[in-house]
């Protein structure tokens, strides 16, 4: 009986933490969707669908549903415009980049609003993964430019 009881105690456990990292939280994405309705929707536009050949959808792309650190960089550093293609359709509007702008939770929060949103569902972005981020992106912006020698 004792065997059972921690058994499905064991069971409780896993899937509690299961539904807990599956669904983001409440707090992120109502934090998020007032950073993105502030920041992001001027470009991205309230349907998260973008501008035609101006400014990316948001919709079930690879760079939002994808890896979370492309994704994190991409705020982090802004692009210069023409460097993301989706399904063929370059984008050429400038983004601006948001390390100054916006703390780690803010970049957390509104990545997770615009990956659970527009009819995306993928994983909370943590503050802790955009710290990272940003300690990477500092070292490799602070490495020296080698000269090249004649």
């Known amino acids: 009986m004792k065997k059972a009881i921690t058994g499905g105690i064991t069971l ?3 899937f509690s933490s299961f539904q807990l990292t599956a669904q983001p939280a409440k ?12 920041t992001c929707l001027a470009c991205h536009q309230a ?5 035609p050949g101006m400014n990316p959808t948001l919709v079930k792309t690879k760079w939002v549903l994808g890896n979370k650190k492309t994704l ?3 705020i982090l550093n802004g692009l210069k415009g023409g460097e993301i293609e989706i399904d063929g359709d ?8 948001q390390a100054s702008l916006m703390s780690d939770k803010e970049i957390a929060d509104v990545l997770t609003y ?14 802790s993964e955009v710290k ?9 912006a602070a490495k020296p430019v080698k ?3 004649k």
């Not at 990272?132 to 490799?140: D, E, G, N």
Request: net charge positive; no cysteine; glycine share 8%.
């Open 12 to 14: 409780l456990i896993i």
């Open 27 to 38: 707090a992120s994405m109502e934090g998020g969707k007032k950073i993105y309705e502030a």
């Open 47 to 51: 349907d998260g669908l973008g501008v």
């Open 72 to 74: 994190i960089k991409v």
């Open 90 to 97: 370059s984008f050429h509007n400038p983004m601006p980049p």
């Open 114 to 127: 615009v990956r659970n949103s527009f009819g995306n569902k993928a994983n909370a972005v943590m503050p």
């Open 132 to 140: 990272a981020a940003r300690v990477i992106t500092k070292t490799v």
């Open 147 to 149: 000269k090249a020698t």
